[in-house]
Each structure stands twice: as structure tokens, then as C-alpha cells.
């Protein structure tokens, strides 16, 4: 079993940054693709960034150019750098994991953004 926990959420103005970090602990088997999802308030899951274990990475068309995703060498560790916020970037983050024992969810981390 694996268990993703994110931290770094919090409350921050509109241009403001913050950086959000997914650890990963258990049995953790070869790790193909992680990536941050978010969730806001009555909208559905979405992809925000992911990083594959060749180090490919890509973005939502929302968020290239201000966020940035970067983990370290076996990808049990994934960052994700905010920058320049928006209030539409308000929503829960949250931290998958693809290995090839299967795939796995953090709990999210809160992102307020206030204009």
C-alpha cells in the first residue's frame, strides 16, 4: 500500500506564490507518472501538472507559464511551485501516483487564493 500526503496548501492574495510537496510512503513500487489534480467547489476533477519518470513533463493550459512541477530522482517526492495565483485557482489539490503496482491519491491540500 501506498500513502500519498501533500502539504504547503494555505490561504494567499491574488500574485502571491506557493509551493506544494507530495510525499510518498509504503510499499512503493516503480512510479511511471505523478501529477497534481485540483478540485473546486461543484466542478469536476481536473489535471493540473504531471511529471513521468523519464522527466516529461505537461501542463494545463491554465497554469503554463506559472506553475512548475519538479520532483526528486525516484519521484517519491513531487513539488509543485504557484506562482502569480489567481483567484480561480481556489480548489483542493491533490497528489497522484502511477506505478506499476497501481494507482494512488493523496487526501489534498486547501488553496485559497483572495483577491
Known amino acids: 500500500q501506498v500513502r500519498l500526503v501533500e502539504s504547503g496548501g494555505g490561504l494567499v492574495q491574488a500574485g502571491g506564490s506557493l509551493r506544494l510537496s507530495c510525499t510518498a510512503s509504503?510499499?512503493?513500487?516503480?512510479?511511471?507518472?505523478m501529477g497534481w489534480y485540483r478540485q473546486a467547489p461543484g466542478k469536476q476533477r481536473e489535471l493540473v501538472a504531471v511529471i513521468t519518470s523519464s522527466r516529461m513533463t505537461d501542463y494545463a493550459d491554465s497554469v503554463k507559464g506559472r506553475f512548475t512541477i519538479s520532483g526528486d530522482n525516484r519521484l517519491n517526492t513531487v513539488y509543485l511551485q504557484m506562482n502569480s495565483l489567481k483567484p480561480e485557482d481556489t480548489a483542493v489539490y491533490l497528489c497522484?501516483?502511477?506505478?506499476?503496482?497501481?494507482?494512488?491519491w493523496g487526501q489534498g491540500t486547501q488553496v485559497t487564493v483572495s483577491s
Open positions: 497522484n501516483s502511477k506505478t506499476t503496482d497501481g494507482t494512488y
Open positions: 509504503g510499499s512503493i513500487f516503480s512510479v511511471l507518472v
